[in-house]
């Protein structure tokens, strides 16, 4: 629990992450490297992970948490929700709850799972902990979406792609 509806969760600021120092010290001293955060109302529904916005790969749809004044509107986020539209994916924002997650992780259909955001761009989850139980996600190794979008963002960064999106603004 990260944060609270009607607080300012939605809102990058040190106060939003001073109360999430001590479980993340806590979570990489048994060593994980982010804490997967639940909404703070009924504790079951996934909303980020460390200070970015998450991703999972169901099957054939992308799914990330919706935007409700918990979670960072983040420009990654929707950078990747732009491009999975793009490229003709089923990309969904909707709630989704730690046991989906635990039950994709078990049955297969989880096949990917990623954070997304400015210093990181993607960051692949191959492994998550829930309730003392560590569940992999698919193979625990970087995914095949997770590879496209990371180089798709940073190649129209950096230059080396197109942008279709406008996204770039040359200075000078």
């Known amino acids: 629990m990260r944060a609270v509806r009607g607080g300012v969760g939605q809102a990058k600021t040190s106060g939003n992450y001073g109360a999430t120092l001590y479980i993340s010290r806590e979570a990489s001293q048994k060593g994980y ?10 504790r079951k529904y996934v909303e980020e992970v460390g200070t970015s916005n998450i991703f999972f790969l169901i099957n054939d749809e992308l799914v990330t948490p919706p935007l ?22 089923n990309a969904v924002e ?7 997650v635990v039950e994709g992780s078990r049955s297969g259909s ?16 191959g492994l998550i902990c829930y309730k003392g139980e560590d569940f992999q996600v698919a193979d625990g ?32």
């Open 33 to 42: 490297t982010q804490v997967l955060w639940l909404d703070a109302i009924e």
């Open 68 to 89: 409700g004044g918990t979670i960072l509107p983040g420009v990654t986020r929707d950078s990747v929700l732009q491009l999975a539209s793009y490229w003709g994916m």
């Open 94 to 100: 909707r709630p989704i709850s730690i046991a989906e």
């Open 110 to 125: 989880l096949k990917e799972m990623f954070a997304s955001g400015t210093a990181a761009v993607i960051s692949p989850v």
């Open 141 to 172: 190794q970087t995914g095949e979406l997770s590879k496209k979008l990371y180089d798709e963002i940073t190649g129209i960064q950096y230059g080396r792609r197109d942008d279709p999106f406008g996204w770039r603004l040359r200075i000078a």
